[in-house]
């Protein structure tokens, strides 16, 4: 199976480029699977209903969040309603939504999502290694699935490190999001699980972290606020990873760091 991940979507931008060349790459690579982390994704903080459905409509099979997930109020339903978009499985019980899901792809192969927030650094949430502990002991890749992804939204990146290695071999990629910059630490873990600590952002890098420059430079000279935080409007970069895993084991065979359009140097497979 082939799976695409793209990391954090932010503003327009990021919006604008996904649109125009998601269809074309999932065509020229042979994509079976993609998951979009939006949390970013509604003019740099959050998703909408209306954000959801465009991403859903370019190419999107499962949109993750994180800790902006809810700030619009719409939201709520949309995470009661729609099992395609995920937020945090480790927020508390009773939260809307679900943190989880498993899907088919068009070929009929399984694939479960699971969407975690750190805990360092971040707001208060469940045990993050607990939960992926408790939702591998009921799965068996190769046998009742045929792959699992674990999208974990955090600051720190010994906390990113710490879950991929203690769930190394029992699912086939757990890659990181949230701050917005790939790391350049894409590998194949020992027992075959594909990882990267960061996949980036979909967004102007002309930034801070994809929002315009002058109000977090303002905040950090005067520790003082003069405005809101406003995505950056400049040429958007997409960031993510590409995934083969095995049919057979469903673990990763080979992991590819994707980066085009923009201001960054590109990144692409050579593949058939």
């Not at 939201?75 to 508390?92: G, I």
């Not at 894409?186 to 890098?205: E, K, R």
């Amino acid at each position: 199976m082939r799976i695409l991940f793209l990391g954090d979507v932010v503003g327009q931008a990021g919006r604008n480029l996904i649109q125009q060349t998601l269809p074309s790459f999932k065509k020229k690579y042979k994509v079976d699977f993609t998951i979009i982390n939006g949390d970013n994704a509604a003019h740099g903080f959050g998703l909408t209903k209306g954000v959801c459905a465009d991403l859903f409509s370019v190419g999107a099979d499962v949109i993750t969040s994180g800790n902006h997930g809810w700030e619009a109020q719409e939201m709520e339903e949309v995470f009661n309603t729609n099992s395609k978009v995920l937020r945090p499985a480790n927020f508390p019980e009773g939260v809307p939504g679900s943190g989880c899901g498993f899907y088919r792809t068009c070929s009929g192969k399984t694939i479960g999502v699971l969407h975690l927030q750190g805990r360092v650094f971040m707001g208060a949430s469940d045990d993050p290694f607990r939960c992926a502990e408790n939702w591998t002991k009921r799965l068996i890749l190769g046998k009742n699935v045929d792959a699992l992804v674990v999208d974990i939204h955090g600051e720190a990146t010994s906390e990113k490190m710490a879950l991929a290695q203690f769930i190394d071999g029992k699912v086939s990629l757990v890659v990181g999001t949230h701050t917005h910059i790939p790391t350049a630490d894409v590998q194949i873990l020992p027992n075959g699980t594909a990882y990267q600590t960061d996949s980036g952002m979909c967004g102007c890098f002309d930034s801070v972290i994809g929002m315009q420059k002058e109000e977090p430079i303002y905040r950090y000279l005067t520790n003082r606020r003069k405005g809101k935080y406003e995505p950056a409007k400049g040429d958007a970069t997409v960031c993510g990873v590409l995934v083969d895993t095995d049919d057979k084991t469903g673990l990763a065979e080979k992991i590819f760091m994707i980066r085009y359009g923009g201001r960054l140097q590109e990144s692409l497979p050579n593949l058939p």
